[in-house]
T-cell receptor
Framework: GQQVMQIPQYQHVQEGEDFTTYCNSS?????IQWYKQRPGGHPVFLIQ?????EVKKQKRLTFQFGEAKKNSSLHITATQTTDVGTYFC?????????????FGQGTILTVHP | DGGITQSPKYLFRKEGQNVTLSCEQN?????MYWYRQDPGQGLRLIYY???????QKGDIAEGYSVSREKKESFPLTVTSAQKNPTAFYLC??????????????FGQGTRLTVV
């Protein structure tokens, strides 16, 4: 079945440093979503990418979807303490698995002031 | 106030007992999902439903059962066959239709502890 792998599992940065998390799928995705989960909270939607090679920006966050629609990345420029949390990618399947949304393991980001 | 509600927030059960977790949404969403979250393993899909009276197994469906008799409700039963049921359970919903998934809204989660 579809597998979505995410690296790294943990990332510790000093405030002001950049951060990147990577997501790879074993199969071609119809779309990819990114979520953020604050400690003790539930995942909250950040963005969705659907086109091959798509790049979207939200302030200090840059999201990319690979040309083959099998990988994606989230880059945060100049991290702040408010960026702390777990970042998940979630791959949407097509075809007979239409509607299935598979999450990666997540990257836990710690930002030291 | 629209949203997705899970209850209870904390649940304790004895080993060997079945337990049902509630998930209700008033967002008029067609699709609903159940995920299990364990430390270091992210969110693993248990079951999902695209429409009333229809649901599909996810990646870890063994030991779980669901029903989707109403659009608003998608209860999850953790049966005694589930070998390691202690976990944080998250329910989500989304509009669902179309070629792509749409934004998923999550409930606050239920933390189940089996003793």
């Amino acid at each position: 079945g579809q597998q979505v792998m995410q690296i790294p599992q943990y990332q510790h940065v000093q405030e002001g440093e950049d951060f990147t998390t990577y997501c790879n799928s074993s199969t071609t995705l119809s779309n990819i979503q990114w979520y953020k989960q604050r400690p003790g909270g539930h995942p909250v939607f950040l963005i969705q990418l659907v086109k091959s090679g798509e790049v979207k920006k939200q302030k200090r966050l840059t999201f990319q979807f690979g040309e083959a629609k099998k990988n994606s990345s989230l880059h945060i420029t100049a991290t702040q303490t408010t960026d702390v949390g777990t970042y998940f990618c979630a791959g949407g399947a097509g075809g007979t698995s239409y509607g299935k949304l598979t999450f990666g393991q997540g990257t836990i980001l710690t930002v030291h002031p | 106030d629209g949203g997705i509600t899970q209850s209870p927030k904390y649940l304790f059960r004895k080993e060997g007992q079945n337990v049902t977790l509630s998930c209700e949404q008033n967002l008029n969403h067609d699709a609903m999902y159940w995920y299990r979250q364990d430390p270091g393993q992210g969110l693993r899909l248990i079951y999902y439903s695209q429409i009333v009276n229809d649901f599909q197994k996810g990646d870890i469906a063994e030991g779980y059962s669901v029903s989707r008799e109403k659009k608003e409700s998608f209860p999850l039963t953790v049966t005694s066959a589930q070998k390691n049921p202690t976990a944080f359970y998250l329910c989500a919903s989304s509009m669902g239709w179309g070629r792509w998934n749409t934004e998923a809204f999550f409930g606050q989660g239920t933390r189940l502890t089996v003793v």
